[in-house]
């Protein structure tokens, strides 16, 4: 049996910009980073940031161009 408090919270969202990475959480929260934490991201032209995927159900996020991945538990780590 599986409950809301053993789930992982998973990524529902993401906004990237100049300078931060945004990513809305399904429990309600955002986690806000800069980007510069991630350096291929932060190199990426603004369209490549814009291109990410959700993977796992959203336990991560994927940038195929920039062969970049982030987890959610990474980012609330942070």
């Keep these: 049996m599986t409950s ?15 300078v931060y990475l945004e990513v809305s959480l399904s429990d309600g929260r955002a986690v806000r ?6 350096p291929r991201l932060a190199a990426g032209s603004r369209e490549q940031r814009q291109r990410w995927r959700l ?23 942070a």
Excluded: C
Excluded at 6 to 16: N, Y
Excluded at 55 to 77: A, C, K, N, T
């Design 4 to 18: 809301s408090a053993t789930s992982p919270v998973r990524a529902i969202d993401v906004k990237v910009g100049k």
């Design 55 to 77: 993977i796992g159900r959203g336990i991560g996020i994927h940038w195929e161009e920039l062969d970049e991945d982030i987890s959610v538990e990474g980012l609330l780590r």
């Design 33 to 38: 980073v800069p980007i510069s934490w991630y």
